[in-house]
């Protein structure tokens, strides 16, 4: 059984492999966001997981300013 920062690490790790290999002019990138509760309200769990993946892309926009 996989946790999601295992599955998190490898998607980033494949997505390096593909860019260093690849000859476009741009690169391919994800913002991930994982939010795991005891809470059944499938609302609710979306809204937090989709904070989280716009933090995650926050942070990338300023490491690439």
Same mark, same amino acid.
Do not use: H
């Given at each position: 059984?996989?946790?999601?920062?295992?599955?998190?690490?490898?998607?980033?790790?494949?997505?390096?492999?593909?860019?260093?290999?690849?000859?476009?002019?741009? %690169?391919?990138?994800?913002?991930?966001?994982?939010?795991?509760?005891? %809470?059944? %309200?499938?609302?609710?769990?979306?809204? %937090?997981?989709?904070?989280?993946?716009?933090?995650?892309?926050?942070?990338?926009?300023?490491?690439?300013?």
């Amino acid at each position: 059984r996989c946790d999601a920062s295992t599955v998190i690490s490898s998607i980033r790790s494949r997505l390096a492999k593909y860019n260093s290999m690849s000859e476009k002019p741009y %690169e391919v990138s994800v913002s991930i966001g994982v939010y795991t509760s005891s %809470e059944t %309200e499938f609302s609710l769990m979306l809204q %937090e997981a989709d904070k989280i993946m716009y933090e995650d892309k926050k942070t990338k926009k300023y490491r690439r300013a």
